[in-house]
Nanobody, 125 residues
Framework: QVQLVESGGGLVQAGGSLRLSCAAD????????VGWFRQAPGKEREFVAA????????YYEDSMKGRFTISRDNAKKTVYLQIESLKPEDTAVYYC??????????????????WGRGTQVTVSS
């Protein structure tokens, strides 16, 4: 099993930055790709970014390119999401997920096996 715990969210003013962390427990973590999703109130959960098991490949939703950076440190069993120039529309619960152990980069929530409980990001204007 893989257990994921997100942290780093909070209240921040527009234009600021946050680095979200996803700490993992489980020996198979380094064999799994990881994705970040977010869900705003009243909205569907949407894909943000994904990173391969080795961290050598990344994929971003087109609208997320530029301000979002995903990375991972397998020695620490942690995946990060750096967000720059935060906007009010970035307000959401952010989730990290581990996939089924694929070589690819998944953007569909159904292609992920394990989910964290999320961390709240609130951006004020």
């Amino acid at each position: 099993q893989v257990q994921l715990v997100e942290s780093g969210g909070g209240l921040v003013q527009a234009g600021g930055s946050l680095r979200l962390s996803c700490a993992a427990d489980g020996r198979t973590f380094t064999s799994r790709g990881v994705g970040w999703f977010r869900q705003a109130p009243g909205k569907e959960r949407e894909f943000v970014a994904a990173i391969s098991r080795r961290g050598d490949r990344t994929y971003y939703e087109d609208s997320m390119k530029g301000r979002f950076t995903i990375s991972r440190d397998n020695a620490k069993k942690t995946v990060y999401l750096q967000i720059e120039s935060l906007k009010p529309e970035d307000t959401a619960v952010y989730y990290c997920e581990a996939d089924y152990g694929t070589l690819g980069l998944q953007r569909n929530k159904n292609d992920y096996a394990y989910w964290g409980r999320g961390t709240q990001v609130t951006v004020s204007s």
